[in-house]
């Protein structure tokens, strides 16, 4: 009796195992994201063929059983989604049953605050828009005179592109929309939005428009704690007032060809005008396309006296007067 009983429970206990694999494992494995087309009226069946057949999973029975262990087999939609062979099983099913999708052909694309023109396009890729190494492009494409007529704040400033004026939001947009098509709707989004607030701000700064993206850019990449914004544009507007050289890092990636993530002292002598370490005065232009928070921060820094800052661990900062309350600072504090 207590054998049969033992016997049991690890039957029970092999099933659930099974189950709980069948529903957590990767499925497909290795391999790049697919849009993946579920037609109307297919059956639970029909679906996991199709996710077979495209190599999205590797193990139908697996798949079948996670579909009757969830209930979900009569809950799929029709559709068409992007799907990874990397995704576990729930992940797919839960993606199917919402069937939240956008209709054929369209992309849905969200760049944070600080995204540069060329992280666009690596996200663009990820999306697998027709057109992403062209838009990459745009961060080093002169500015064309028929967009600079269309758009008038662009007509006062001589830019060599449009890093910093397409705006970082959620765009829809079609797959096989040309990258000039696609600044323009981000350019008339930054129009919607900045250009109003520097009409009624413009005159709280002695800087022009351009010059406040640039620093802007700087700032939203200092600033990985939100109420530090004007206190790190306090510290640039207090060195700009002096002629003191910005020595801004994020100015040192932007300008090398293969960034790595931390900035190395070798690296401060790169020849660019992007060189904050070696050239006085903003950079040419932006250094990646900054939110409203750190625009805001650039015309209406803090009023301290601050010259220096160092980062620590957690992404706030320590913020001084002088170099030598600077160099306790960076010899107390373990930098990241």
Sequence with gaps: MKKKLVYTIVVIFILLALS?????????????????????????????????????????????????????????????????????????????????????????????????IYKMGKILEKKEYHYFDKFQKLYKTP??????????????????????????????????????????????RFSEVVIPYWIENATATK??????????????????????RAIISSVYHNRLDIKMALDACPTIKYALNDPTKKVYKWQLNVKSPYNTYRNRGLPPGPICNPGMESIKAAIYPAKTNYLFFVAKKDGSHVFSKTLKEHNRARRAIPTR
């Design 207 to 228: 800087y022009n428009l351009h010059q406040i993206l640039t620093l802007a850019s700087i700032i939203e990449k200092e600033a990985q704690k939100a109420g530090e």
């Design 143 to 188: 500015i064309n005179d028929k967009l600079v007529s269309e758009y008038h704040f662009l007509n006062k400033i001589k830019i060599n592109s449009l890093e910093g004026y397409l705006f970082p939001d959620t765009y829809i947009f079609e797959n096989r929309l040309k990258p000039e098509a696609l600044a323009k709707i981000m350019l008339k």
């Design 20 to 116: 709980l694999v069948s529903i957590l494992t990767q499925t497909g494995g290795e391999g790049k994201k697919k849009t993946i087309t579920i037609p109307k009226g297919y059956n639970a069946k029909q679906i996991t063929e199709i996710l077979y057949d495209s190599k999205i999973i590797k193990n139908r029975h697996f798949f079948s059983l996670s579909l009757r262990l969830l209930g979900q087999q009569d809950k799929l939609q029709a559709g068409s989604y992007l799907l990874s062979p990397k995704m576990t099983n729930i992940s797919i099913i839960r993606k199917l049953k919402n069937g939240k999708v956008l209709p054929a052909g369209l992309i849905k694309a969200t760049f944070p605050e600080g995204t540069s």
